[in-house]
C-alpha cells in the first residue's frame, strides 16, 4: 500500500513540474498584455494631460489591468524616496523577476526614451515599442501553444518513468 502511495505521489509530482513550466510560459503572455496594456493607457494619458511621469505611473499603478507589474510599484518607491525617473525605472526592472530577458530589454530601452522629449516624441516611442512589443507577444504565444503541452507530458513522463525505476 505504501508503495503505491509513494509511486502515485512520485507520478503527480513530475506532472506537477510540467504543469508549473507550462504555466510560467502562460504568465509570460499574460505579461506581455499587461505591458501592452500599460503602454496604451501611458499613451491615451500623456496624449490628454501631460503630467508629469511621477504623477502618470502613479495613476497606472493603481489600475487593475497592470496590477501584475510589480515593477511599476516599485518606480513608484524608488521615485518617493528621491530617486530620478530612470535610475527608478532602471532599479525596479532588475529587481524584478517575472519579467522575461526580451521584456526588460525592451522596458529598459523604452525607460531611457520616457521623459526626454515633448509629448509628441514620448507617444511616438510608445508606438515604437508597442510594436516591439507585439513581436515578443506573438513568440511567447507561440511558445506557449508549442512548448506548453509538451513540457506537461515530460512531466507526467518523467514522474512515471522516476516511478517505475524506483520501484
Same mark, same amino acid.
Given at each position: ?18 504543469? =508549473?513550466? /507550462? ?6 503572455? %499574460? ?10 493607457? *501611458?499613451?491615451?494619458?500623456? =496624449?490628454? =494631460? ?7 505611473? /502613479? %495613476? ?5 489591468r497592470?496590477? %501584475?507589474?510589480? $515593477?511599476? &510599484? ?5 521615485m /518617493?524616496?528621491? #530617486? ?9 526592472? /532588475?529587481?524584478?523577476?517575472? *519579467? ?7 522596458? *529598459?530601452? $523604452? ?6 522629449s ?19 507577444? %506573438? ?12 513540457? =506537461?507530458?515530460?512531466?507526467?513522463l518523467?514522474? #512515471?518513468? &522516476? ?5
Amino acid at each position: 500500500m505504501i508503495k503505491l502511495i509513494g509511486i502515485i505521489c512520485i507520478v503527480v509530482c513530475g506532472a506537477g513540474i510540467g504543469a =508549473r513550466v /507550462s504555466g510560467n510560459l502562460k504568465k509570460q503572455v %499574460e505579461l506581455c498584455v499587461s505591458v501592452r496594456t500599460f503602454l496604451s493607457e *501611458l499613451g491615451i494619458l500623456m =496624449r490628454y =494631460r501631460g503630467d508629469t511621469l511621477f504623477e502618470l505611473i /502613479s %495613476e497606472l499603478t493603481e489600475r487593475q489591468r497592470v496590477q %501584475e507589474l510589480t $515593477f511599476l &510599484a516599485r518606480v513608484m518607491e524608488c521615485m /518617493s524616496n528621491g #530617486m530620478s525617473f530612470p535610475f527608478a525605472w532602471q532599479k525596479a526592472l /532588475s529587481e524584478d523577476k517575472l *519579467l522575461s530577458c526580451e521584456l526588460v530589454e525592451l522596458l *529598459l530601452s $523604452f525607460g531611457d526614451s520616457l521623459g526626454t522629449s515633448d509629448i509628441d516624441g514620448q507617444l511616438m516611442c510608445i508606438e515604437r515599442a508597442e510594436e516591439e512589443l507585439s513581436v515578443i507577444y %506573438e513568440n511567447a504565444l507561440n511558445q506557449c501553444h508549442k512548448k506548453g503541452k509538451l513540457y =506537461r507530458s515530460i512531466g507526467l513522463l518523467g514522474g #512515471m518513468t &522516476a516511478a517505475l525505476l524506483l520501484f
